[in-house]
């Protein structure tokens, strides 16, 4: 029988600890699980050919514990994708850590951060440690109401990085600054490279013109993030967005800008940009929400496996596309029982896909059999306790509860101890 990896084993150590951290202390503790069965549909997705597929997706179990009146705070996620959908899941245009057209399962161990923070009149001062995300861009679409991932994810968020983040927030202003590893993860088990702790870093200001308005920039340079050794290209990342949500948490709209251009010593050699606009809303046990992206990919040579791109250090670039997807969702929360909660969904997305470059070796046409592809997701997620929080803001960086569900109705976490939910 296979070992299990070192960093499952390690994930779940963790996770059966936290509670026994609780026991005897003056502490809040929320934790959570979640998973989602799906059936995905393309047509085309390869060759002309339609590909119809099923996983089990996003099985997460979640944990955030406070103490010390929230002085001290630990959070965790533990992602069990690398055992149940190690092939990645059909996501027409993503690209990212050796797949493509397929999103990869994350790490086992997704996030692991421990924050200290003081409060002082209408501001605050943290310090984060542990593996999570830097401080640059959005929120992480797996804590977003879509099932399918936008194909900017690598372009707009940057995750599963050993962090060390500094953040000071003062009246309507938040400051960050973070470094980290560059490298990206090469598979669900891979560990940040200890020789690559803090080569790279990132920075964030963002805006809180009302409390439910963020406005965020952020600035990143990541060292060699496709070559684990070191030594690959470079990238310097911008991100914007604009965020508005309602007061009830029933709705909000992301409007949002990112690029990244790669480096090969001081020189650009190549530049993608993305935009992205979605918004999200509820009525009662109902909701409903519609994403459009327009998203620069490169596309790189392919192994055998043509969902899978060849090591960093021999990839050829065949060029850039210009994916264009408008997606609409429906979903619904059905009565909960023993805590639980099952939420159906349906996906549909129309998706254009177009060279960006001339001339240009990969020619959509040929590789898919249409520049225009069908996506339909049909799926549902039952989930217990805490709901999915906001993910990449720690500490004082945070803006919202975590009792905020995305697609039923809000629901308090599964709690120890008799204090106020902590804001992590």
Same mark, same amino acid.
């Given at each position: 029988?296979?070992a299990?990896?070192?960093?499952f084993?390690?994930a779940?150590?963790i996770a ?18 979640? &998973?989602?069965?799906? !059936?995905?549909r +393309? ?9 119809t ?5 996003? %099985? $997460? ?6 103490? =010390?009146?929230?002085?001290? &705070? ?13 092939r ?16 990869? %399962? ?12 003081r ?5 605050? !001062?943290? #310090?984060?440690?542990?593996k ?12 977003? %109401? ?10 707009a968020?940057?995750?599963e ?5 500094? &953040? ?7 400051? /960050? ?17 200890r ?5 790279? =870093? *990132? ?6 013109p009302?409390s439910?308005g ?7 340079? !990541?060292?060699?993030p ?9 990238q310097r990342?911008? @991100?914007?967005?604009?965020r508005?949500e309602?007061?009830?948490? *029933? ?5 949002? =800008?990112?690029?990244?251009? /790669?480096?090969?010593?001081g020189?650009?050699? #190549? ?8 918004? =999200?809303?509820?009525? /009662?046990?109902?909701?409903g929400?519609?994403? $459009?992206?327009?998203? +620069?990919?490169?596309? +790189?040579?392919?192994?055998?496996? %043509?969902f ?6 021999s990839? &050829? ?10 997606? !609409?969702?429906l ?23 177009? +060279? ?12 898919y ?5 069908? @996506?339909? *997701? ?10 999915h929080?906001?993910m ?5 960086a945070?803006?919202e509860s ?19 939910s902590p804001? #992590?």
């Amino acid at each position: 029988m296979t070992a299990l990896p070192r960093s499952f084993c390690m994930a779940l150590a963790i996770a059966s600890v936290i509670p026994g951290i609780a026991r005897g202390q003056h502490a809040q503790l929320e934790v959570g699980a979640q &998973a989602t069965g799906l !059936v995905a549909r +393309e047509s085309p997705a390869i060759a002309g050919r339609d590909l119809t597929e099923g996983y089990l997706t996003q %099985p $997460l179990i979640m944990a955030q514990l406070g103490l =010390w009146n929230s002085a001290l &705070a630990l959070r965790g996620t533990v992602d069990f994708e690398g055992l149940t959908m190690k092939r990645g899941e059909l996501n027409a245009g993503i690209v990212g850590e050796g797949y493509i057209d397929r999103r990869h %399962p994350h790490t086992y161990l997704h996030e692991l951060v421990a924050t200290a923070k003081r409060e002082f009149g209408g501001g605050a !001062v943290s #310090l984060t440690a542990g593996k999570g995300f830097a401080p640059f861009g959005t929120d992480d679409p797996m804590s977003r %109401p879509f099932e399918k991932y936008p194909i900017n994810h690598h372009l707009a968020q940057i995750l599963e990085r050993a962090v060390g983040i500094g &953040a000071v927030k003062a009246g309507r202003m938040i400051v /960050e600054g973070g470094l980290f590893n560059g490298d990206e993860p090469e598979s669900a088990g891979d560990n940040p490279n200890r020789a690559r702790y803090w080569d790279s =870093w *990132s920075t964030r200001i963002t805006f809180l013109p009302f409390s439910q308005g963020e406005i965020q920039g952020s600035y990143a340079r !990541v060292r060699s993030p496709e070559v684990g050794a070191g030594g690959g290209a470079d990238q310097r990342k911008q @991100s914007a967005s604009i965020r508005l949500e309602d007061a009830q948490h *029933s709705g909000y709209g992301l409007l949002e =800008w990112a690029h990244t251009g /790669e480096y090969a010593g001081g020189t650009k050699t #190549l530049g993608l940009t993305s935009f992205l606009a979605e918004t =999200w809303t509820k009525y /009662e046990a109902v909701s409903g929400a519609i994403r $459009l992206e327009r998203t +620069e990919r490169p596309d +790189e040579a392919r192994l055998p496996d %043509p969902f899978r791109t060849a090591p960093a250090s021999s990839q &050829a670039l065949l060029g850039r596309s210009l994916w264009t997807i408008l997606t !609409v969702r429906l979903a619904a929360s059905l009565p909960t029982f023993a805590g639980l909660s099952l939420d159906p969904f349906a996906e549909v997305a129309r998706i254009h896909v177009a +060279e960006n470059q001339t001339p240009a070796a990969f020619d959509p046409r040929q590789f898919y059999g249409s520049n225009r592809i069908w @996506s339909l *997701s049909l799926g549902a997620k039952l989930s217990f306790g805490m709901a999915h929080m906001r993910m990449g803001r720690y500490g004082a960086a945070s803006t919202e509860s975590s009792s905020m569900r995305m697609d039923g109705m809000d629901m308090p976490g599964m709690k120890m101890g008799g204090m106020d939910s902590p804001d #992590l």
